[in-house]
Structures are given as C-alpha cells and as structure tokens.
Nanobody, 118 residues
Framework: QVQLVESGGGLVSAGGSLRLSCTAS????????MDWYRQAPGKQRDMVARITSGGVTNYADSVKGRFTISRDNAKNTVYLQMSSLKPEDTGVYYC????????????WGQGTQVTVSS
C-alpha cells in the first residue's frame, strides 16, 4: 500500500511564500509523475504543477513564474515552492502520484489547506 503525506500549508498574506512537501511511502518500485492539484471552495480540482521522474515540469498558466515544482527521487518527495501568492491561490492542495508497486496505480494525499489573505 502506498501513502502520500503532505505538509507545509497554512495562512499567509498576499505576496508571501509557502513551501509544500509530499512524501510517498510504502513498497514502491518506482514513481513516475508527481503533481500538485488545487481545489478552491465550490470549484473542481485542477492541476497546478507536474513533474516527471526525469524532471520535466508543467504548470497551469495561473501559476507560471510564481510556483516551482521539484522532487527528490531518493526521498520519494515532491515539493511545491509558492511565491507571490494571491488570494485566488487559496484552496486545498493535493499531492498526486503515479506509483509502481506490483502494479501501477494512482494515489492521492489527504490535502493541505493554503489560505492567502488580501
């Protein structure tokens, strides 16, 4: 069984920064894509940033130039450095990963709240 555990959320003023972390644990053979999704109140869950095992990244247009995704493959951990935060960045941030154990599956973390005050 694979677990993803996020940390680093909180309350920050507009213009501030936060760093989210997500670590995968369990009997893991390999981790392919790791990404961060965001769900604002009353809205759908949308992809914010994505990184492949080879380090190729992809960002939602709304966060380009402000957010940076990175990963430490040795620690099975993905990070999201968020800068120049805006009130519209508020939401629950979920870590997601495609993980190969005895099969390849999709796994989600429990989510961490990020609130940006104006």
């Amino acid at each position: 069984q694979v677990q993803l555990v996020e940390s680093g959320g909180g309350l920050v003023s507009a213009g501030g920064s936060l760093r989210l972390s997500c670590t995968a644990s369990g009997t893991i053979f390999s981790i392919n894509v790791m990404d961060w999704y965001r769900q604002a109140p009353g809205k759908q869950r949308d992809m914010v940033a994505r990184i492949t095992s080879g380090g190729v990244t992809n960002y939602a247009d709304s966060v380009k130039g402000r957010f940076t995704i990175s990963r430490d493959n040795a620690k099975n951990t993905v990070y999201l450095q968020m800068s120049s935060l805006k009130p519209e960045d508020t939401g629950v941030y979920y870590c997601h990963a495609t993980v190969t154990t005895t099969y390849t599956g999709s796994y989600w973390g429990q989510g961490t709240q990020v609130t940006v005050s104006s």
